[in-house]
């Protein structure tokens, strides 16, 4: 039996991994366009801040580990087609232009995400960039060696991380955010408001509520135009989004949804031997049960292996999603899990929320730091949302009100769970209760 | 009304306080035997270790700030006396032989625990401490200063807490444990090895699987007299244990279970306007549904909003403890909620572990650090338990636990879960997950 997998990112190799796992006879072949394989993209932002040493580092592992694993991987392949009734792709490598044939038994899709560029005159720009590879964080640490000023555009989640990480490389940077918040998507206005703080105590210029209009250049870029100012800069940075990269699914005729390439629990698309994760799918939220997006890395390693585990044999099933993010920026951390309260508005959920700012310790232990939580429920007290502002603890948080969203938890249950407590590690009352108890008491008083 | 409170810990004072929240109207007296109230016991070994500065550090609020609430509290002042037919108590300040009779309508005993004192020959000697008061930790830590060899009885949690204080002030610290290994309620063997050999690593003598015979010396201590040994040392800590403070409800003929004082979901004991928090009642357990003790500052404080809220007339429960518990030692932290393995055996519960060793960030981000995990389910794949060792995150990870194992998730459940990551945070697979799939395995196979 033969495994074909595209793309060699977080989704594409754990599936190889997976199947490795659990079955040594399977022949695995990945197919990718990439030059280096099974690195963290998420970390290019911290080489670039200097807090990771090199992009060497963040490379996981290089072709021979999976050689040793009989993982065979075409690097810098591009696959022209699939042939869902033939069971082959035709493919051809990079620098040639001879065009090959491989059959396969099972085809896993994860051709990910290509940034999404916005319609913005002036994009094809020298010195405009997006980051999505490993090879995009290398170019754009060496053109940010001679930039006086740089432009983030998008203050989303890889926008943020990305001006944070180039501010230690040039001296003036800009982030302009169309939304009149920084991280629109996971964090409700008063913790972005944090948020925006930090970056700017940081030194980020933050600007919201901007839209920028044109990039500005003859063959490089030397300034971008706002409505109503101009501002000169060496370099522009998109990060505008990610856009399912579906096309070769589309033109094989694999039923693509609203958003991505559709699959089942079983991360099975509309052929009944291709497989899709990560990126490239779209998924079912969890709170709204309507299909979305969630291109998270660690969401296409748990779809690797429910598709690995389904090729195989096995049962396994991918749950809808509640999209748990989490984030750092200097010393600062962040996350958000489920809806936030301008989400809920969004989808026309009637949102009760309760804010909490407290301590991480004992308020005598020394390192006692600040934390701000915020809870949204719906109007029956169900958690639907919680976001967390802190310098720790953060991720374990987000994961442990994932947990309770999953289980359909009221606030009225957290205000009597059991925290665990002891002065150097934790506060007498943990900071959720507080906030869900604020909740508890508006449904109360109607 | 009025609300009589005996009892100025977490318990007592909690009380007071949250009735105070709730309502303006009712008087408040709290009857204390402590000199000092609001403070933090658990804290008391870290003043040892010198993390915090000083004893004074660890009171949270003076009288004065509870008279500011309206909440009269007589220290130093002693109950003698529950009448329950006449709602009244008799008492009289320690320094005094005037009896005093106080009317109630609502009663709370708070009187928390005292040390267990084991039945060795010698425990009254000079230089023998039990650890309970802010006094006590004041006397320990004047003590210590002229000692060269201190003997720690017991390596539960606060032996171990209080050995790692103690050893920055003398030189030679043993602890001394009849169990063998240390944390034996709370951790399983190979969970203790690890905090055994970090204890040892910082200079503390473990010596586990042994017991004190005897305490040795004229007026005050000069050594202890294990079974084939003598160890010379100057000073004696029995770290044994608590049990509750029941006397007064028993002479009151309120009812006592097999561990302390008896009390429903309410807090309220076998006395209508009687109501009962803190380490002197029983709980029950909510794996084995069997009544047992929970001496923890947090449980006192979730018990002590139930009982206030009751007594103002709202509704609010309490539910059947976890246990969960977290401890620093140095830079390491651990904790514990629900079953160890050993327990689950102890019960006649059949118990399918699962373990794994991981980083608490990204392997490549700077300040990744090891953590230990274990899971504990029962034969159905129920998670009962969970035990984690790190140097960060572990409270709220056992919180995440405390969530889990309360809604009775399956460790397959926890396979399936959304975990939060980025690099700086998290790994791309949580500890739990490798955990709890080796658990799925074993119980596939039978």
Request: glycine residues 8%; proline residues 4%; contains cysteine.
């Given at each position: 039996?033969?495994?074909?997998?595209?793309?060699?990112?977080?989704?594409?190799?754990?599936?190889?991994?997976?199947?490795?796992?659990?079955?040594?006879?399977?022949?695995?072949?990945?197919?990718?366009?990439?030059?280096?394989?099974?690195?963290?993209?998420?970390?290019?932002?911290?080489?670039?801040?200097?807090?990771?040493?090199?992009?060497?580092?963040?490379?996981?592992?290089?072709?021979?580990?999976?050689?040793d694993k009989d993982i065979n991987i075409l690097t810098e392949t591009?696959?022209?087609?699939?042939?869902?009734?033939?069971?082959?792709?035709?493919?051809?490598?990079?620098?040639?232009?001879?065009?090959?044939?491989?059959?396969?038994?099972?085809?896993?899709?994860?051709?990910?995400?290509?940034?999404?560029?916005?319609?913005?005159?002036?994009?094809?720009?020298?010195?405009?960039?997006?980051?999505?590879?490993?090879?995009?964080?290398?170019?754009?640490?060496?053109?940010?060696?001679?930039?006086?000023?740089?432009?983030?555009?998008?203050?989303?989640?890889?926008?943020?991380?990305?001006?944070?990480?180039?501010?230690?490389?040039?001296?003036?940077?800009?982030?302009?955010?169309?939304?009149?918040?920084?991280?629109?998507?996971?964090?409700?206005?008063?913790?972005?408001?944090?948020?925006?703080?930090?970056?700017?105590?940081?030194?980020?210029?933050?600007?919201?509520?901007?839209?920028?209009?044109?990039?500005?250049?003859?063959?490089?870029?030397?300034?971008?135009?706002?409505?109503?100012?101009?501002?000169?800069?060496?370099?522009?940075?998109?990060?505008?989004?990610?856009?399912?990269?579906?096309?070769?699914?589309?033109?094989?005729?694999?039923?693509?949804?609203?958003?991505?390439?559709?699959?089942?629990?079983?991360?099975?698309?509309?052929?009944?031997?291709?497989?899709?994760?990560?990126?490239?799918?779209?998924?079912?939220?969890?709170?709204?049960?309507?299909?979305?997006?969630?291109?998270?890395?660690?969401?296409?390693?748990?779809?690797?292996?429910?598709?690995?585990?389904?090729?195989?044999?096995?049962?396994?099933?991918?749950?809808?999603?509640?999209?748990?993010?989490?984030?750092?920026?200097?010393?600062?951390?962040?996350?958000?899990?489920?809806?936030?309260?301008?989400?809920?508005?969004?989808?026309?959920?009637?949102?009760?929320?309760?804010?909490?700012?407290a301590l991480t310790r004992a308020r005598y232990y020394p390192g006692?730091?600040?934390?701000?939580?915020?809870?949204?429920?719906?109007?029956?007290?169900?958690?639907?949302?919680?976001?967390?502002?802190?310098?720790?603890?953060?991720?374990?948080?987000?994961?442990?009100?994932?947990?309770?969203?999953?289980?359909?938890?009221?606030?009225?249950?957290?205000?009597?769970?059991?925290?665990?407590?002891?002065?150097?590690?934790?506060?007498?009352?943990?900071?959720?209760?507080?906030?869900?108890?604020?909740?508890?008491?508006?449904?109360?008083?109607?």
């Amino acid at each position: 039996m033969r495994v074909v997998i595209i793309g060699s990112g977080a989704g594409g190799l754990s599936t190889a991994s997976n199947i490795r796992k659990y079955n040594k006879e399977i022949e695995i072949i990945v197919i990718t366009k990439d030059k280096y394989v099974a690195y963290s993209p998420c970390a290019i932002p911290y080489v670039l801040s200097g807090k990771i040493k090199s992009f060497d580092e963040i490379i996981m592992h290089d072709i021979e580990y999976y050689l040793d694993k009989d993982i065979n991987i075409l690097t810098e392949t591009e696959v022209i087609e699939i042939s869902p009734t033939k069971n082959l792709i035709k493919y051809k490598r990079l620098d040639d232009t001879k065009i090959k044939e491989l059959k396969y038994d099972y085809l896993v899709i994860a051709t990910g995400g290509i940034p999404a560029v916005p319609p913005i005159p002036g994009v094809n720009l020298e010195g405009v960039f997006t980051v999505r590879t490993l090879e995009d964080g290398i170019k754009i640490k060496k053109w940010a060696e001679n930039c006086e000023h740089a432009t983030v555009i998008g203050a989303g989640l890889i926008g943020i991380e990305m001006a944070y990480g180039l501010k230690h490389l040039i001296p003036e940077v800009d982030i302009i955010e169309m939304a009149s918040q920084v991280v629109p998507r996971s964090l409700d206005p008063e913790m972005a408001k944090i948020i925006q703080k930090y970056l700017e105590k940081l030194g980020v210029n933050v600007l919201v509520g901007k839209t920028v209009k044109k990039i500005i250049g003859e063959k490089r870029v030397n300034a971008v135009k706002l409505n109503n100012k101009k501002i000169n800069t060496d370099m522009v940075l998109l990060a505008t989004g990610v856009k399912p990269n579906i096309s070769l699914a589309k033109k094989a005729g694999i039923k693509i949804g609203k958003w991505g390439i559709k699959v089942n629990e079983k991360m099975q698309t509309s052929v009944r031997n291709i497989y899709a994760v990560g990126d490239c799918v779209e998924v079912k939220d969890f709170i709204t049960g309507e299909n979305t997006l969630s291109p998270l890395g660690s969401t296409a390693v748990r779809q690797a292996k429910v598709a690995a585990k389904n090729i195989i044999g096995k049962k396994c099933r991918f749950r809808p999603v509640l999209n748990a993010m989490v984030s750092r920026i200097g010393n600062l951390e962040f996350g958000s899990v489920g809806m936030t309260e301008i989400n809920a508005k969004y989808h026309n959920i009637e949102a009760v929320c309760g804010m909490s700012k407290a301590l991480t310790r004992a308020r005598y232990y020394p390192g006692a730091e600040r934390i701000y939580v915020k809870i949204v429920c719906n109007k029956d007290g169900k958690i639907i949302g919680c976001q967390v502002i802190a310098k720790e603890g953060v991720s374990e948080r987000i994961d442990a009100m994932s947990i309770a969203i999953s289980q359909h938890l009221k606030c009225s249950d957290l205000c009597e769970m059991e925290f665990s407590y002891a002065p150097p590690l934790s506060t007498v009352v943990d900071p959720f209760v507080p906030a869900c108890e604020e909740i508890v008491e508006k449904l109360q008083n109607g």
